[in-house]
C-alpha cells in the first residue's frame, strides 16, 4: 500500500492541471473570456447599444457575423460586451458567497458551540430549492442586475460553508493546529495562517465550480425578468428579449444561449480539472 | 418504522419554523417603506399610514411574526394587491398545473434515463454509454430555458408537431400535447443526473458477489440485472429522484414563463414584478414547504426500500 502523502518533486500544479483535458479545455475558454472582457472595446465591431432600424432582425452576415436583434444592434458586439457582464456577475456573487461562506464555515469547523447554530440557519436556507431563494430575495430587493448578484451571491453560500466546514473539522485535529494551540497561538491566527492554506484546495475548486453556477442562475434570473434590465447587453437578458421572436430570427436567442453554454462549460471543466490536480491521492505513484 | 418517521417529522419542524421566518422578513427586506411601495409613490401620508395599520406593520416586528404565522396556520395567506383576491385562493388555482407538469417531468425523466443509465452500465464504453456522457456534460451547462427555447423552436415552430402553449387537463389528448415540451424541459437537468447516477450504482452493484451468485444459479440475464442488480442500485437513484422533485418545482418557474403555463411559478415572477408582496409571500411560502415535505417523504421511502436506514 503506498504512503498517501505528497512527494517531494512531484509535478508542479501548473503540470498537472494540463494533464488534464477537461482543465486544458476549461482553461483555455477560461482565458479567452478574460482577453474578450479586457478587448471587448477593440473586438466588438459595432456599439452594442445603438440600435438602427433598418437593420433589424438580419441573419449572420459579412458585416454582422451573428447577425442583428429586433432593434438592429450588432449581437456579436452584445456578446463580446455581455462577457464583461457575466464574468462580473460571477465574480461578485461569489465573492458574496466566498467572504460570507468561508468565515462561516471557518466559525462552524473551528468552535463546537457556533457549529449548530451557523448549520441550522444554513439547513433553512437550503430548505429553497435552487433558484427559488434567489427568486424570493429578488422578490424583496426588487428586479436589477445588482440584486440579482446579491440573491445568486446569498444562494451560493450554504455550499461554501458545508465545504469549508467539513474542510476545517479535518484539518482541526492535525498536529500542526494542535502544535499551534500548545504553543499559545490566538485562534484567529491560527484558523488564516494554518486552518485556511489547508483547505484552500477545496475552496479554490468550490470556488471556480460556483462562478459557473452562479453565471447560469443569474442568466435564468435575467431570462425572467428579474435580473438585467434592457437594454444591459447581458446574455440571458438577450434570450428574454429574443424567444418573442424565435419563429422570425431564432439567431437573436441563438447566439447568446451558445456564449451562456461555453461559458459556463469552461468554469465546470476548469473546476473539474483542478479537483483532479489538487487532489493529491490521485497523481502520487 | 414509526419512530423513525417520528423523528424525521420532528427535525423537519425547525427547518419550517425557518422558512416562515425567512419568507415572512421577505417583507421587511424591501428597502424602503413596503407601505409606501404598495400604496405607490404619490400616495399622501393619511393613505401611507392607513396601509401600514392594514398590514400591521406599525406593530414591533415580533408581534407582526406571531400575527403572521397565526393567519398562515389558518390558510389565510392575505389578499393580492392587484387583484384584492385571497392569495391562497391563487395559490390553489396555479398549484396543480406546477404539480402536473413536476410529476408528468419526474415520471418522463425515470422513463427515459434510468433504463438508459442501465444500458450503459451494463455495455460500458458503448455508444450509449459515450452518448450519456456527452450528455451530462452538455445537460450541466445549458440552462433550463435554452432546452425550453429549442425544443419550442423545433417541434412548435418549425415542425409545428406541438403547440406553442397553453395548459389544459390531462384527461384530454390537447393537455398532454400541452404538456410534453414542458415536461421534457423541466426534466431536462435531472434527466442526465439520473442517468449517470444510475450508471456509477448499477456498476457497483453488478460487481457483487449476489449477481454473480444468481448468474451462477443459472438465472435469466434480465432476472439478473433487473431484479438483483437493480433493486440495490435503486437506493441513490431514490435520493435524486426525491431531492430533484423539489428542484424541478423551481425549475418550473422558468418552464411555465416559456410555455406560458398557468402555474404557481408565473405567478410567482409575475407577482415580482408588479410588486405583490402577499403572493410572492405566499408562493414562495407554498413551494418552500412542498420541498421540505417531499424531502420528508423521500426520507420514509428510502426507509421502506433499504431497511438499513432505520437502524442507524
Do not use: C
Not at chain 2, 456498476?203 to 432476472?223: D, I, P
Amino acid at each position: 500500500m503506498p504512503a498517501r502523502t505528497r512527494t517531494p518533486g512531484g509535478p508542479t500544479l501548473a503540470r498537472r492541471l494540463w494533464r488534464s483535458w477537461q482543465a486544458r479545455i476549461g482553461g483555455t475558454i477560461v482565458v479567452g473570456l478574460v482577453l474578450i472582457v479586457l478587448l471587448a472595446p477593440t473586438l466588438a465591431p459595432y456599439d452594442p447599444l445603438h440600435p438602427s432600424v433598418l437593420d433589424r432582425f438580419q441573419g449572420p452576415s459579412r458585416a454582422h457575423w451573428f447577425g442583428t436583434d429586433d432593434l438592429g444592434r450588432d449581437i456579436l458586439s452584445r456578446i463580446v460586451y455581455g462577457s464583461r457582464v457575466s464574468l462580473r456577475i460571477g465574480v461578485i456573487a461569489v465573492g458574496i458567497a466566498f467572504a460570507a461562506g468561508v468565515s462561516l464555515g471557518l466559525l462552524a469547523g473551528f468552535y463546537r458551540r457556533l457549529d449548530n447554530p451557523i448549520m441550522r440557519t444554513i439547513d433553512v436556507l437550503l430548505a429553497f430549492p435552487g433558484l427559488l431563494l434567489a427568486i424570493a430575495i429578488l422578490g424583496a430587493l426588487g428586479p436589477s442586475l445588482t440584486n440579482a448578484m446579491i440573491a445568486v451571491g446569498i444562494t451560493t453560500v450554504p455550499s461554501f460553508v458545508r465545504i469549508t466546514r467539513s474542510a476545517v473539522l479535518r484539518v482541526r485535529s492535525q498536529e500542526y493546529v494542535e502544535a499551534s494551540r500548545a504553543l499559545g497561538v490566538r485562534d484567529g491566527r491560527i484558523l488564516i495562517r494554518h486552518v485556511l492554506p489547508n483547505i484552500s484546495p477545496e475552496i479554490i475548486v468550490t470556488t471556480t465550480l460556483s462562478m459557473a453556477n452562479t453565471i447560469l442562475a443569474a442568466s435564468v434570473l435575467s431570462f425572467l425578468g428579474l435580473g438585467a434590465q434592457p437594454p444591459t447587453p447581458e446574455w440571458g437578458a438577450m434570450v428574454f428579449v429574443a424567444k418573442n421572436y424565435l419563429g422570425l430570427a431564432p439567431h437573436t436567442a441563438l447566439f447568446p444561449i451558445l456564449a451562456i453554454f461555453v461559458t459556463v462549460l469552461g468554469f465546470n471543466f476548469l473546476g473539474d480539472g483542478l479537483r483532479d490536480a489538487l487532489d493529491p491521492r490521485l497523481y502520487q505513484r | 418504522m414509526g419512530s423513525y418517521i417520528a423523528r424525521r417529522l420532528l427535525l423537519a419542524v425547525p427547518v419550517l419554523f425557518g422558512v416562515s421566518v425567512l419568507v415572512f422578513l421577505i417583507l421587511h427586506l424591501t428597502p424602503g417603506n413596503p407601505a409606501l411601495v404598495i400604496a405607490g409613490p404619490d400616495a399622501p401620508p393619511n393613505v401611507v399610514r392607513d396601509v401600514e395599520r392594514s398590514l400591521g406593520l406599525d406593530q414591533p416586528l415580533y408581534i407582526q411574526y406571531g400575527r403572521y404565522l397565526a393567519r398562515i396556520v389558518r390558510g389565510d395567506f392575505g389578499r393580492s394587491i392587484q387583484s384584492r383576491e385571497p392569495v391562497v385562493d391563487r395559490l390553489l388555482a396555479t398549484f396543480p398545473v406546477t404539480l402536473t407538469l413536476a410529476v408528468v417531468g419526474v415520471v418522463w425523466t425515470i422513463v427515459v434515463s434510468v433504463p438508459m443509465g442501465i444500458v450503459a452500465a451494463y455495455r460500458r464504453n458503448s455508444v450509449v454509454d459515450l452518448a450519456s456522457i456527452v450528455v451530462v456534460l452538455t445537460g450541466s451547462a445549458v440552462p433550463v430555458f435554452a432546452v425550453g427555447l429549442i425544443l419550442l423552436w423545433i417541434f412548435a415552430i418549425l415542425l409545428r408537431w406541438l403547440p406553442l402553449g397553453g395548459y389544459a387537463s390531462l384527461a384530454t389528448v390537447d393537455g398532454w400535447r400541452d404538456i410534453a415540451l414542458p415536461a421534457i424541459t423541466v426534466g431536462s437537468g435531472t434527466m442526465a443526473l439520473l442517468a449517470r447516477l444510475t450508471r456509477s450504482s448499477m456498476l457497483e452493484s453488478l460487481n457483487q458477489e449476489y449477481v454473480r451468485t444468481a448468474r451462477a444459479k443459472g438465472m435469466h440475464e434480465l432476472r439478473v440485472v433487473v431484479r438483483h442488480a437493480f433493486r440495490n442500485a435503486l437506493l441513490p437513484v431514490i435520493t435524486i429522484v426525491g431531492l430533484q422533485f423539489g428542484f424541478l418545482l423551481s425549475g418550473a418557474v422558468v418552464t411555465e414563463t416559456i410555455f406560458s403555463l398557468p402555474g404557481m411559478g408565473r405567478l410567482l415572477v409575475d407577482a415580482i414584478l408588479s410588486r405583490d408582496f402577499p403572493i410572492v409571500q405566499g408562493a414562495v411560502l407554498f413551494l418552500a414547504v412542498t420541498f421540505v415535505l417531499t424531502n420528508l417523504l423521500v426520507d420514509v421511502v428510502y426507509a421502506v426500500v433499504d431497511p438499513r436506514v432505520r437502524y442507524q
